[in-house]
């Protein structure tokens, strides 16, 4: 049960990144071995995996608290008075230097500078910013929302809602004054782990340095993703 664990996260992780939930977790081990009850079993399953993974792949198994939705009125309530889902993501162990020369490839490399440049621009808006806001300050960097076929990132669109999915962000819906949707962008409990305050602070801090070199370069230019 340990192997089937590790192998549904692989596939999971390898197919959409996106984080496995415990209940998704259970559900699967429920399938294989139905005798068995599923609160008592899982738990201990899950810690095995996670050590595991460390000692075979220098993989962590991490345990995240999915960030709920924003709710009003009586959804709030109950929303607040609920359990945080609980949920998993394969982060690799290896150091940075050995990861990049045998392990990464030139597309993960575009990918995560792209999940930085968001996360520092929604950081450094108090944590969330409006959907056109975002668009606006990514044309800076020469990423257009209706762009279909960006040299390095494909369809942009399509890529901004794969940071939704893996988590890195929240797309919330407000429905403003004239009664139209608008929608915004917010931190979710991924871009937190992985990416704290003062990670993006040197991030941002590096951009703009960029921004007053010698040569003159504006940061746009400097941090283009491209």
């Given at each position: 049960l340990v192997a089937e664990v590790m192998r549904y996260m692989l596939f999971s992780q390898y197919r959409d990144g996106a984080p496995v939930t415990r209940t998704k977790l259970s559900e699967h081990l429920s399938k294989i071995a139905p005798e068995l009850k599923r609160a008592k079993v899982s738990s201990?399953?899950?810690?095995?995996?996670?050590?595991?993974?460390?000692?075979?792949?220098?993989?962590?198994?991490?345990?995240?608290?999915?960030?709920?939705?924003?709710?009003?009125?009586?959804?709030?309530?109950?929303?607040?008075?609920?359990?945080?889902?609980?949920?998993?993501?394969?982060?690799?162990?290896?150091?940075?230097?050995?990861?990049?020369?045998?392990?990464?490839?030139?597309?993960?490399?575009?990918?995560?500078?792209?999940?930085?440049?968001?996360?520092?621009?929604?950081?450094?808006?108090?944590?969330?910013?409006?959907?056109?806001?975002?668009?606006?300050?990514?044309?800076?960097?020469?990423?257009?929302?209706?762009?279909?076929?960006?040299?390095?990132l494909g369809n942009v669109r399509e890529t901004l809602n794969k940071l939704c999915l893996q988590r890195y962000l929240m797309r919330e819906r407000d429905v403003g004054s004239d009664g139209k949707d608008t929608f915004r962008y917010s931190l979710a409990e991924r871009a937190m782990d992985e990416l704290p305050t003062e990670k993006v602070d040197k991030y941002v801090l590096e951009l703009m340095r960029g921004h007053n070199d010698e040569d003159g370069n504006a940061a746009g230019e400097n941090g283009n993703v491209a």
């Open positions: 201990y399953i899950v810690a095995e995996a996670q050590v595991k993974f460390n000692e075979i792949f220098g993989i962590e198994m991490k345990e995240l608290s999915r960030k709920a939705q924003k709710k009003t009125g009586a959804a709030r309530t109950n929303l607040q008075a609920s359990e945080p889902t609980k949920e998993y993501v394969l982060k690799s162990l290896l150091p940075s230097k050995i990861r990049r020369q045998f392990i990464d490839r030139e597309e993960d490399h575009t990918f995560r500078g792209f999940v930085m440049a968001v996360v520092a621009l929604v950081s450094v808006s108090g944590g969330e910013i409006e959907e056109q806001v975002l668009w606006k300050h990514l044309a800076k960097l020469g990423v257009r929302h209706d762009d279909e076929a960006h040299p390095k």
